[in-house]
């Protein structure tokens, strides 16, 4: 009889247990066991070690109510960041993979953020033209930068907003509790994208052979339509009435922003130097600068054909972003944990949004990822600083910008990637470096970058800067 009383007893624990989390299940189990325990007592400890096991077996194994398993999300904090120079095709830093480059960029934010590589719990990284580079490039950056076998790695390849959403990823994890430190950015070496043919593996028994450029099939081909993004550009440029000459007034002012902001030194709180190997015995060279500001020519840039549209085309080489190598790399943190460690914190991430529309209409979807962008982080438009909004050609930016209604003084003041470069893979990461120099050198407390993407999507995400005090302590 005492066997059976303290049988009772531990059923309905269990049955209270389980009604903690499911109030009405606790209703019902209470009702019954009373029920039974009157009529037949016996019963009634069947009864409530059946549902008490198949408690533990169901239940336990779903996701707890939002009252009982809410987790509140946590600040996620950038404790350092690195961006190698934008190397232009087969220029300065080609001799370099995408990998290697982003090895250099990442090991520089950490030692920037005062953060040992053992403290990383994992890594997502963007990359696009992935072929030739090896498994797992993300790991390969990551293992190159002295972080720990251990550590997960993830590729991400979200085209042109992939070092983006790699840092949206990122947040994500750190925001609900899975991780207190994390490497996030993308890197690309477009100039060693290979060129390959495709049928090759099926044999080759007669005739010519195809030669594709993977940088074109892999990065710049809208495959949905079958042709260039510039045909996109073209696009954009007849729907929204943006002239060729708005476009190149527009790219000169890119050029101009950069190399005001290079020759100010702004872009060396961003950039670590390159080391860059002369070869046969020739002594190596450092690498400082974004090597696209050094070809400006503005009398040249005016005079180019299209390059997408021969008859009333708008769209040239030098009013687009130019093909280019290079990394950039950012350390996530929780707010805890940046406390604990005593790390200075340089901003915080507050929202971050995606959108996609008509993919020969990509071009103008970061228009709608800001407001989502913004509205997720509790914000206004009015109260954004500064927008870096990604040139992958210059009528978008001014598409956006007009879609948006943005004052174009506050809308990538330190130019962007038709001045800089747009290496695929990182561009997504170099704008959010840019952005947190650009909103450091005017005093700007919110900011928001965003970029668009192959197949019609977009990133956004919205920074708060901290204030100067938490600077004290940085090695930037």
Known sequence: MIHVKVSFILSACYIIDWGIQQRVQLYVGIIAFLFLFFAAPTRAFHFVTFFSKAHLFLFRSLPMS????????????????????????????????????????????????????????????????????????????????????????????????????????????????????????????????????????????????????????????????????????EICADQHVITRDEQDSYAIQSFERGISAQNAGYFAWEIVPVEVSGGRGKPSTLVDKDEGLGKFDAAKLRKLRPSFKEVGGSVTAGNASSISDGAAALVLVSEEKARELGLHIIAKIRGFADAAKAPELFTTAPALAIPKAISNAGLDASQIDYYEINEAFSVVALANQKLLGLNPEKVNVHGGAVSLGHPLGCSGARILVTLLGALRQKRGKYGVAAICNGGGGASALVFELMPAASFRRSSL
């Open 66 to 233: 939002s009252t009982s398993a809410s987790v509140k999300p946590r600040d996620v904090c950038i404790v350092g960041v690195a961006r190698t120079p934008m190397g232009g095709l087969l220029g300065s830093l080609s001799s370099l993979s995408a990998t290697q480059l982003g090895s250099i960029a990442i090991q520089a934010a950490l030692k920037r953020a005062n953060v040992d590589p053992s403290l990383v719990q994992e890594v997502f990284f963007g990359n696009v033209l992935s072929a030739n580079l090896g498994q797992a490039p993300a790991r390969q950056a990551a293992l190159g930068a002295g972080i720990p076998t251990s550590v997960i790695c993830t590729t991400i390849n979200k085209v042109c907003a992939s070092g983006m959403k790699a840092t949206m990823l990122a947040a994500q994890t750190i925001k609900f509790g899975l991780n207190d430190v994390v490497v996030a950015g993308g890197m690309e070496s477009m100039s060693n994208a290979p060129k390959y043919i495709a049928e090759a593996r099926k044999g080759s028994r007669y005739g010519h052979d195809t030669v594709i450029d993977g940088m074109v099939k892999d990065g710049l081909w809208d495959v949905y339509n079958d042709f260039g993004m510039g045909v996109c550009a």
